[in-house]
């Protein structure tokens, strides 16, 4: 008599639920693998340089030296140590006041700037002229932060180019970038001119996106330029300002630290010296990188925390947040 071969023990896999589960994720990735194709890589560039790093913040608890390992036997644990020197620090009120005090400057003048642009360009109906000032206005941002510094300190210097303007109506040369009072003025001017026209391209992709019929209607309605770009325009990009405004908000404590480490010198510490130029100079030139760290992780949390504020009241104000 023939003897029927009897299964190995063990779980019973390969059903049919199972299989048509199989086959269902293969479709869902064969259907979509152009997109699978680019998400894959910015999703690998992300957690190589925006995910992995942060394992380095362990250094902020420790007394690190270069060379030595982040966990160890040899490893010196110092707990909340920095931050707490940090906070005790004579620099702290300086470069946090002047840390909030450019960035409310550049919040001041360089974030409604760009709306205002993007909301006057839209009226011109001359598509030549239009697309010659979006261009023109573009360029700035592309011309790297040292140029920029380097244009700066020609132009402040007593013989620049500003002295020899001012001294057509009198006015005796200076040394601008060497004046304490003025260096908040020259950063924002600088800040806000290389940045308002890139930064107002999200603008005007908004605007492109609203129907036009909606413009007809309301002239149709005898509304005038002001009365469409107040119930239409403005209504139109209320999300996305919204949500510009939490991203800068939350972005307060970190100042646009190249410009200002190219452009600020001793003299002017008073009132240039920020958290980023200060932990370029304690941590890079003088190798306290376990407590730049600290003060590093310190700004991170106070801008979350910020971000996390401003997107609950820009939800319960607008309807429109980040999450």
């Not at 002047?98 to 409310?104: A, D, T, Y």
């Not at 261009?135 to 510094?149: D, E, K, Q, W």
């Amino acid at each position: 008599m023939k003897k029927e071969a009897v299964p190995a023990a063990g779980p019973v896999t390969g059903g049919p639920g199972e299989m048509k589960l199989y086959s269902k994720r293969t479709r869902v990735i064969r259907e979509n693998i152009e997109l699978w194709s680019f998400v894959i890589p910015a999703a690998a560039l992300i957690i190589l340089f925006n995910y992995a790093p942060m394992y380095g913040i362990i250094i902020a608890f420790q007394n690190y030296f270069p060379g030595s390992p982040f966990l160890g036997e040899k490893t010196q644990w110092v707990g909340l140590k920095h931050f707490i020197d940090f906070i005790n620090s004579i620099y702290f009120k300086r470069i946090m006041t002047n840390s909030i005090r450019l960035s409310l400057l550049n919040l001041l003048f360089g974030f409604w700037l760009p709306i205002v642009f993007a909301l006057i360009l839209n009226e011109i109906r001359s598509l030549r002229f239009k697309k010659f000032v979006q261009t023109a206005s573009y360029l700035p941002h592309f011309i790297s932060t040292v140029v920029v510094a380097g244009m700066a300190i020609s132009f402040c210097q007593p013989t620049g180019l500003i002295n020899l303007l001012l001294g057509a109506f009198g006015v005796a040369p200076q040394s601008w970038l060497d004046m304490p009072s003025k260096f908040p003025m020259i950063y924002t001017i600088i800040n806000v001119w290389k940045s308002f026209g890139f930064n107002s391209i999200l603008y005007f992709s908004t605007l492109s996106a609203i129907d036009p019929s909606l413009y007809e209607s309301a002239r149709i309605d005898g509304a005038n330029r002001w009365q469409q770009c107040w119930h239409i325009t403005l209504p139109g990009l209320k999300s996305i300002i919204a949500i510009q405004f939490i991203l800068a908000l939350g972005g307060i404590l970190a100042t646009n630290s190249d410009l200002v480490i190219l452009i600020y010198n001793p003299a002017t510490y008073e009132t240039a010296d920020v958290i980023g130029s200060y932990t370029y100079r304690i941590g890079i030139q003088n190798g306290k990188y376990s407590y730049t760290t600290a003060v590093g992780l310190f700004m991170s949390i106070v801008g979350f925390t910020l971000t996390f504020i401003a997107n609950k009241f820009s939800n319960w104000l607008t309807g429109f947040g980040l999450w």
